[in-house]
């Protein structure tokens, strides 16, 4: 089940970061830069999670707490620089379900996401970060993939696919969840990009690309990162 998050931040880098590190996790992730976008977002979408900041341009964050609550019993986590006591009380009374104080891990933010989720009868469990198969090792806290012991260079596009893989190993993700986690929303009908990359990955990771051993094809549904040995 992809669970779908929505992201109110108005920084952009930050927005991207958090956007990225959730899709990679297996979130279906919905932006807004402001409050306007987010009760938009709100009203249609029906995200199962909020993440909100609250100084927003146009507006206090806490109006898409107030409106969240009017609408469904999702979670909200409160992500702000502010971190006066009361206010962070305020917000909990409110509805939030937890305050995290910028700067934070992301690591952090995942856990307290997953605590929040469970709270509501939802079970997350934490995604795969290190991943060995035959002669291939990824190793994503540090960035690496190492094959027969070696480092392997990778593009930035072509590590976000391995890595969107590695996340849930061993279990088929789909053509369309790549395409959104990996290249965006827009790009959904753009197949060609996955087979394109595909291509590229096997031909660095496979000791025969035309017999992949790791990165399996489910015909006519998606990908599948061989299931990870103990």
């Known amino acids: 089940?992809?669970?779908?998050?929505?992201?109110?931040?108005?920084?952009?880098?930050?927005?991207?970061?958090?956007?990225?590190?959730?899709?990679?996790?297996?979130?279906?992730?919905?932006?807004?830069?402001?409050?306007?976008?987010g009760l938009a977002l709100l009203a249609h979408a029906e995200p199962d999670l909020l993440l909100l900041d609250l100084g927003l341009p146009d507006g206090d964050g806490s109006a898409l707490l107030a409106?969240?609550?009017?609408?469904?019993?999702?979670?909200?986590?409160?992500?702000?620089?502010?971190?006066?006591?009361?206010?962070?009380?305020?917000l909990l009374d409110a509805g939030a379900d937890d305050y995290l104080t910028k700067p934070f891990?992301?690591?952090?933010?995942?856990?307290?996401?997953?605590?929040?989720?469970?709270?509501?009868?939802?079970?997350?469990?934490?995604?795969?970060?290190?991943?060995?198969?035959?002669?291939?090792?990824?190793?994503?806290?540090?960035?690496?993939?190492?094959?027969?012991?070696?480092?392997?260079?990778l593009t930035p596009t072509e590590y976000k696919l391995l890595a969107r893989l590695v996340r849930q190993a061993g279990q088929?993700?789909?053509h369309r969840q790549l395409l959104v986690d990996v290249w965006g929303a827009e790009y959904i009908g753009h197949t060609h990009y996955l087979r394109l990359y595909m291509g590229q990955l096997r031909a660095k990771l496979e000791a025969e690309p035309a017999e992949p051993q790791h990165l399996l094809t489910e015909p006519g549904i998606g990908y599948r990162l061989a299931e990870p040995q103990d």
């Open 172 to 174: 088929v993700v789909t």
């Open 1 to 37: 089940m992809t669970l779908k998050v929505l992201l109110a931040e108005d920084d952009a880098a930050l927005r991207a970061t958090l956007r990225d590190a959730l899709a990679l996790e297996g979130y279906e992730v919905l932006t807004a830069a402001s409050v306007s976008e």
């Open 67 to 90: 409106a969240l609550r009017r609408r469904r019993n999702a979670p909200a986590l409160v992500i702000s620089a502010r971190q006066a006591d009361g206010l962070k009380i305020a």
């Open 105 to 153: 891990g992301i690591g952090e933010l995942l856990a307290r996401m997953r605590v929040a989720l469970r709270h509501r009868g939802t079970a997350m469990a934490a995604s795969i970060t290190n991943y060995v198969h035959g002669d291939l090792e990824i190793d994503l806290p540090n960035h690496r993939v190492l094959l027969r012991g070696a480092p392997v260079h």
